[in-house]
């Protein structure tokens, strides 16, 4: 559960304007960490503000933020008080009904975490007879996707944290864990305890089930900010520096461009 409001200010990022008459404002929650949170000056930081300074700056766009509960953020875009909200967001179906969405801006696929030494691929047919237990967090709909997928396959222990699930995992009480794939790389992934950990998808997918990404949303009638965005997007991911900044806060690939820049060792 998102936190209730905690603040709401208009913070300046001091960048040129250029391509935009306007100031653009951008809507933040600021309690979302790593991907935004509040700084220690009371602004936007985080994964999110930052990356989207950096677009602000690739389209000659003055930004600044609007910091607000993200319960009101589509709300207050809707009624024009903000030009995009930059609080990843899923773009379904009934979304799509109102609202504009770049392209996907991270993607948190489920992600199997086992033993670095485990190769054989994450499917039924090759986990048939092995008697695995599986971790999963209570209340979250991945347990299901993972029931629906392999069955009686695998035995499945719920678990009401993640810091409970992955102190199981470290102590062989569970062969594996499924997790959305940021959290598990805050829990372990990133953490000292991590190196002897990895994610990996289900076969040769990137995660369970599928996932189109998590992305920011416009209004309906701001098509030429959203190509804008969406190009300097792209050109962040070919040159690596979306990768640069998603480094600062997270540990594992956002999205595929992003991979192979980490593949690259850029």
């Known amino acids: 559960m998102r ?13 040129p304007a250029a391509a935009w008459a306007e100031r653009l404002l951008l ?30 700056a690739r389209i000659g766009a003055d930004c600044g933020f609007v910091v607000m509960d993200f319960m009101e953020l589509v709300p207050a875009l809707k009624a024009g008080e903000i030009a995009m909200v930059v609080a990843n967001l899923a773009p379904t179906e009934e979304r799509r009904k109102t609202l504009l969405f770049t392209d996907p801006i991270l993607r948190n696929p489920v992600n199997f975490v086992v033993p670095q030494h485990c190769n054989a691929p994450i499917v039924p047919q090759t986990l048939v007879g092995k008697g695995l237990r599986i971790g ?3 209340g979250d709909s991945t347990g299901q996707q993972v029931e629906d997928r392999f069955g009686t396959v695998l035995s499945y222990v719920y678990y009401d944290s993640v810091e409970t699930a ?4 470290q102590a062989g009480r569970v062969a594996m864990l499924a997790l959305p794939r940021i959290t598990a790389a805050l829990h372990l992934i990133d953490t000292p305890q991590g190196a002897g950990w990895k994610l990996v998808g289900d076969g040769d997918a990137e995660g369970i089930g599928a996932d189109p990404g ?12 959203a190509a804008q965005v969406n190009a300097a997007l792209q050109e962040m991911l070919a040159d690596c520096s979306y990768t640069a900044i998603r480094k600062a806060y997270v540990g594992v690939p956002l999205l595929p461009g992003d991979a192979a820049c980490d593949a690259a060792g850029r």
């Open 3 to 15: 936190p209730l409001r905690i603040c709401a200010c208009v913070l300046g990022l001091g960048l």
């Open 27 to 56: 809507g933040s929650e600021g309690v979302n960490p790593p991907l935004s949170m509040l700084a220690a000056d009371g602004g936007p930081g985080g994964f999110e503000p930052d990356l989207a300074r950096a677009i602000c």
């Open 136 to 138: 999963l967090l209570r």
């Open 166 to 169: 992955v102190q199981d995992l």
């Open 214 to 225: 998590m992305a920011w949303a416009l209004r309906p009638d701001a098509a030429p900010l």
